[in-house]
C-alpha cells in the first residue's frame, strides 16, 4: 500500500467569500514514490473533505508523476492527505443514464438531467426537488455578408453525442458534441461543431461549462452575429417576487424587480420595500397600504434586461417592458463581472461567463421576465455586435510567386501565400457557470459566486513541491541569496509585469485576440507593430508560453500564472487548426492570428499546453494535447521550407523532412505527452527510435534536417552534412530535451545533445577541428548561452560557465552590446503621453517578445544550472568588458 506524504495546497489568490465552487488541479509525484493513488481527502484546519483523484501521468518505471484532483474549493490553505477513517463531510454522486440516452447527475441538493436531444441538451436543472432550470442550449445566428444592415438567419444548432467523460464519487465531467446548421431546408450546411463540457461537482450548486467551438465555415460566406448559452427559468410567484440582478465590476448588482414597488408615490411599507430588495418573498399584498396593493396593476412590469459590454472599457444596462418597446436605460459602468441572475422566490439561475470584459463582444440578456417562463442568455459573441468577419485583410498586392513573396517578406516580414490566411480550422474555448438556487439569494452570496465566475479558485502546489518533483526541466525556484541573482530575478519580474501592463495598456482584448501579445515595437509611434505583417500578434513565436510558464514553476506569481493561463488557452485553440488541411499545424506570426502562410508545429507544440493540463487537470488542455500526438502526419500536407528550398523534396510518407529543433521539438513533446499521460506505446516507440536516430547520424544534430520514415518510425540516418539554424533550439527544444535526457538512457543521442550544447557557440577554431570549418549561421547568442550552460554543467567546467553566462551577459562577442536589451545596464521604462499617443503609455521600446521571451528563459535555465558561476561583477552594471 502506497503512503502519501501530506501535501500543502495553496489558493494562487485569496477568495472573495466562501461560495461552495468546484475546482480542479494537479499535483506532481516525485519518480518511483507513488505507484497507485489512495483515496484522498482535502484538509482545511479541522474540517475535512472528500476528493476525487486520477492519474494523469506516468513515469517511464509506471509510477504516478502527475495526479488531477476535484472537489469543492478550499477557503485558503489545506492540505492533500490520504482518505480518514471518518465518513467525508459531502454525499457522494449518483449518476444515472436513462433508456433515451440520458444522463442524470444527482450531487445532492442539485440534479443535472442531460440528452442528447438534438436542440435543447441541457433538459432540466433542479434544487431541493424543484425545476429552476430548462431547456438549457447554444444559440447562434449569422449573416452571409459583413454589413451590419444584411438579414440574419438563426441557426439550428444540433447536439449528436453525450457521454461520460470522467467520474468519480465528487465530480462528474459530461461531454456534449454537436454542429450548427444554416441555409435553408434542402441546402443545410453543417459548420462549427462544438464540444460543450459540462462539470458537476457534489456539494456545489455550481455547474461548470466549457464551450468549444471550431470555425470551419467559409469566411467569405459565414459573418457569425451571435453566439450564447441560453436557458429557461420557470417563474411561479407574483411579478413583485420575481428578481433579476446583473453584476457590474465592484462586486455590486443591478438589483431589479420585474414589478418594482419602491421608489413609487406611494410606500407600500417599509418591509415590503426591505423584502423586495433583498429578494426575499414579500408580505402578503393584503398586508400592505392600500395605496399601493389597490393600484398595482398600474405599475409597469418589466419584461427583459441587457448587459452589453463592446469594449473592454464599457458596458451599458437597459431594460424595456416588452419586444415592442423602447430599451430605457437602466445603468453604465467599466467592466461588469459577466454574471446574471434571474427568478424569484420559489427558484432561480444565475449565468455568467469567465474574461467576460477581455472576450468582448460580449452581453448578458434576460427576456420573457414577464411571463411563466423567462430565458437568461449569456453571449460569447454579442448579438448587438457587428458581424464577425474572419476573411484575409489584404487582397495578396499580387504576390503570386515565391518570388514575390520572399521580397516582400523583406520588407514587411508578412509570409503570404494565396489561400493559406485561412481562418478555417481555428477554435475557441470558453468558460462559463451555470449556478442553481432554491431562492433568490443574497447580494453577498450573489457576489461571492460572481468573483468565482470571473477569477475562479485555483489550486497550486508551491515551487519547492513542483521542484522536488523534477518535472517540467530546466528550472529552480526562486533564490535572491546574492546581489548578482537578485539583479537577474529583478529583471525577470520587470519582463514579466511589463507585458501584464501592456496586454492592460494597449487592450489586447477580443474573441479571437485575448491572450496573445505582439511580437515587435515601433519606437516611432511609440505602439507595436499591429499592422505590419510579421511583427503583429506572436502566435508563441520564441516561447513566450513557454517563459511564462517557468517563470510560474520558480516563482509562485498569480499573475504569471494568470497571464500564461490565457496565452495557453490563446495559443492552443487560436494559433492552431483542430480540423481541414492544416489540421495538427499551427500559424506563425502576424496581423491576424491564422493569416502567415507558415503553418509548423512549432507554434501547435504540446510543450506550450502540458503545463496548464498538468498543473490544473484541464480535460479541454488534454484534449488539445491528444489532437497533436501523431502530428508529424501534418508534414506530409504541408512542406514548411518550400519557399526557401534548395533541394528537390516533395512531402513522402518513406522519406519526410524533419526539422531537427523546431519540427524535431515539437514531435518529441506530442509524443512524450502520449506516452506518459496515456502509456501509448507507439509513441513511446516514435520517441526513443528518433532520439536513437539522431545519436547515429555523422553530425548529430548539426545535420539540420533529417528524413524520417512514418511507417517504420525510424530515421534515414545516412545523411552526412552540417546546417545550422538560429531557430532550431528556440521553440521548447532545450527544455524537452532536458526532460529526455532523465527519461530515456540513450549514449548515442546523449553525446549527440552534448556535441551541440558543446560546438555551437564553440570558438571558430574548435568548430573548426570538429567539423571542418567554422559553423555559419549562428546566432541568438544570449538564447543559445543555456546549451553552452548544460554543458558546463554536466562537465563541472567553471570555466566554459564563465562563458556561458558571458554569452548570456553580453551578447555577440567580448563586448557589451548595449544596444540590445541583454548587455543594456538601463532598463527604465518611460511614460508616454501627450499628442504622439492616443493614450498614455509604459514604453519599453528596448523589448521585444522574442527576446523577453528567450531571455526568460535562459535566465531560468543558466540560474538552475550555473548559478553558483555567476560572475561577481555583471560587465554592463561595472562598465568593464570582462568578468571578474
Known amino acids: 500500500m502506497t503512503t502519501l506524504p501530506t501535501t500543502g495546497i495553496h489558493l494562487l489568490e485569496p477568495r472573495e467569500g466562501h461560495a461552495p465552487v468546484p475546482v480542479q488541479w494537479g499535483v506532481p509525484w516525485p519518480r518511483g514514490t507513488v505507484h497507485e493513488l489512495p483515496e484522498l481527502d482535502l484538509r482545511e484546519g479541522e474540517r475535512r473533505r472528500p476528493v476525487d483523484s486520477w492519474v494523469t501521468a506516468r513515469w517511464p518505471d509506471g509510477s504516478v508523476k502527475w495526479s488531477g484532483h476535484g472537489g469543492l474549493a478550499p477557503a485558503g490553505d489545506s492540505e492533500l492527505v490520504e482518505r480518514g477513517s471518518t465518513p467525508g463531510q459531502v454525499a457522494p454522486l449518483r449518476i444515472g443514464t436513462g433508456a433515451d440516452g440520458a444522463v442524470t447527475v444527482d450531487a445532492g441538493s442539485l440534479l443535472l438531467e442531460v440528452s442528447p436531444h438534438p436542440a435543447a441538451p441541457i433538459r432540466r436543472i433542479v434544487v431541493d426537488g424543484r425545476e429552476v432550470g430548462l431547456r438549457g442550449r447554444i444559440v447562434a445566428s449569422s449573416a452571409t455578408g459583413a454589413d451590419p444592415a444584411a438579414p440574419r438567419r438563426e441557426h439550428t444548432v444540433r447536439t449528436t453525442g453525450v457521454r461520460i467523460e470522467r467520474h468519480g464519487e465528487q465530480q462528474a465531467v459530461l461531454r456534449l458534441e454537436g454542429h450548427h446548421e444554416v441555409g435553408d431546408e434542402g441546402q443545410r450546411e453543417r459548420v462549427l461543431p462544438f464540444v460543450l463540457r459540462l ?85 402578503e399584498t393584503s398586508t400592505w397600504a ?106 495578396g498586392l499580387g504576390q503570386e510567386t515565391f518570388a514575390d513573396q520572399l521580397d516582400a517578406l523583406e520588407i514587411t516580414y508578412e509570409d503570404y501565400e494565396p489561400g493559406f490566411g485561412d481562418a478555417r480550422g481555428i477554435a475557441r474555448t470558453h468558460e462559463l457557470v451555470i449556478d442553481a438556487f432554491p431562492a433568490t439569494p443574497p447580494g453577498e452570496e450573489l457576489s461571492s459566486l460572481a468573483a468565482a465566475c470571473a477569477l475562479p479558485p485555483q489550486p497550486m502546489v508551491a515551487p519547492d513541491r513542483l521542484h522536488a518533483a523534477r518535472v517540467f526541466g530546466l528550472w529552480a525556484p526562486v533564490d535572491r541569496s546574492t546581489p548578482q541573482r537578485a539583479h537577474l530575478e529583478d529583471r ?91 489540421a495538427g499545424l499551427g500559424t506563425r506570426h502576424n496581423v491576424q492570428h491564422f493569416g502567415c502562410s507558415a503553418k509548423q508545429l512549432r507554434v501547435s507544440s504540446a510543450l506550450y499546453r502540458r503545463h496548464l493540463h498538468l498543473l490544473t487537470a484541464d480535460e479541454r488542455t488534454g484534449e488539445l494535447l491528444d489532437e497533436v500526438a501523431a502530428s508529424e502526419e501534418a508534414l506530409l500536407r504541408v512542406d514548411a521550407t518550400r519557399k526557401v528550398r534548395e533541394d528537390v523534396y516533395a512531402p513522402d510518407r518513406r522519406a519526410l523532412a524533419i526539422g531537427l529543433g523546431t519540427d524535431l521539438g515539437a514531435l518529441l513533446g506530442a509524443w512524450l505527452s502520449a506516452w506518459e499521460r496515456h502509456g501509448d506505446a507507439e509513441a513511446e516507440q516514435k520517441l526513443r527510435s528518433a532520439l536513437a536516430g539522431i545519436g547515429e547520424l555523422p553530425q548529430g544534430l548539426f545535420t539540420g534536417e533529417a528524413l524520417w520514415d512514418l511507417d517504420e518510425r525510424r ?28 527519461l ?16 555551437y557557440l564553440a570558438t571558430p577554431e574548435e568548430q573548426t577541428e570538429r567539423f571542418g570549418a567554422p559553423l555559419t549561421g549562428i546566432s541568438l547568442i544570449p538564447a543559445y548561452s543555456r546549451l553552452l550552460a548544460m554543458h558546463a554543467a554536466r562537465t563541472g567546467d567553471r570555466a566554459l560557465a564563465a562563458r556561458a553566462w558571458r554569452a548570456f551577459l553580453m551578447g555577440e562577442g567580448d563586448q557589451v552590446n548595449t544596444d540590445s536589451m541583454v548587455g543594456r545596464a538601463d532598463w527604465s521604462i518611460t511614460r508616454v503621453e501627450g499628442p504622439s499617443v492616443l493614450e498614455p503609455v509604459d514604453e519599453a521600446a528596448f523589448l521585444g517578445t522574442n527576446g523577453a521571451a528567450q531571455y526568460g528563459l535562459s535566465a531560468i535555465a543558466n540560474l538552475a544550472l550555473i548559478g553558483d558561476d555567476l560572475p561577481a561583477q555583471i560587465p554592463y552594471l561595472a562598465g568593464a568588458e570582462g568578468t571578474s
Open 199 to 283: 462539470v458537476v461537482t457534489a456539494g456545489s450548486p455550481r455547474i461548470r461549462v466549457l464551450h468549444s467551438i471550431v470555425w470551419d465555415a467559409d469566411p467569405e460566406r459565414l459573418f457569425l452575429t451571435s453566439l450564447g448559452l441560453r436557458l429557461e427559468v420557470p417563474l411561479r410567484a407574483a411579478p413583485h417576487d420575481r428578481h433579476v440582478r446583473l453584476a457590474g465590476g465592484e462586486g455590486g448588482f443591478l438589483t431589479e424587480a420585474v414589478q418594482g414597488v419602491t421608489g413609487l408615490r406611494r410606500d407600500p411599507g417599509a418591509e415590503v420595500r426591505a423584502a423586495q430588495v433583498a429578494g426575499r418573498r414579500t408580505p
Open 290 to 395: 392600500p395605496t399601493v396593493s389597490g393600484r398595482l396593476g398600474w405599475v409597469p412590469c418589466w419584461g427583459a434586461w441587457t448587459l452589453r459590454q463592446p469594449t473592454a472599457d464599457g458596458y451599458t444596462v437597459a431594460k424595456r417592458t416588452a419586444p415592442d418597446r423602447p430599451w430605457i436605460t437602466a445603468g453604465a459602468g467599466t467592466r461588469s463581472r459577466g454574471y446574471a441572475y434571474v427568478g424569484d422566490v420559489h427558484g432561480g439561475i444565475g449565468a455568467g461567463l469567465r474574461d467576460f470584459w477581455k472576450l468582448i463582444p460580449t452581453q448578458l440578456d434576460v427576456a420573457g421576465a414577464r411571463g411563466d417562463t423567462a430565458e437568461l442568455t449569456v453571449w460569447m459573441y454579442a448579438p448587438t455586435a457587428e458581424p464577425m468577419d474572419l476573411r484575409f485583410y489584404h487582397d
Open 492 to 582: 525577470l519580474v520587470l519582463l514579466r509585469e511589463h507585458y501584464r501592463a501592456q496586454v492592460e495598456q494597449r487592450r489586447w482584448y477580443g474573441f479571437w485576440d485575448y491572450g496573445d501579445v505582439m511580437h515587435t515595437y515601433d519606437v516611432d509611434r511609440h505602439t507595436w507593430r499591429y499592422d505590419v505583417g510579421g511583427y503583429a500578434w506572436d502566435n508563441s513565436e520564441l516561447s513566450p508560453d513557454l517563459w511564462l510558464w517557468q517563470d510560474f514553476l520558480r516563482s509562485g506569481d498569480a499573475g504569471a500564472f494568470r497571464l500564461a493561463e490565457a496565452m495557453t488557452r490563446h495559443t492552443g485553440e487560436v494559433d492552431q487548426y483542430h480540423v481541414g488541411r492544416f
Open 715 to 742: 530515421f534515414d540516418t545516412s545523411r552526412d552534412r552540417v546546417r545550422v539554424s538560429h531557430l532550431a533550439a528556440v521553440f521548447g527544444f532545450v527544455e524537452v530535451v532536458a526532460e529526455l535526457l532523465e
Open 744 to 759: 530515456v538512457d540513450d549514449p548515442g543521442f546523449a553525446h549527440a545533445w552534448d556535441e551541440y550544447c558543446r560546438y
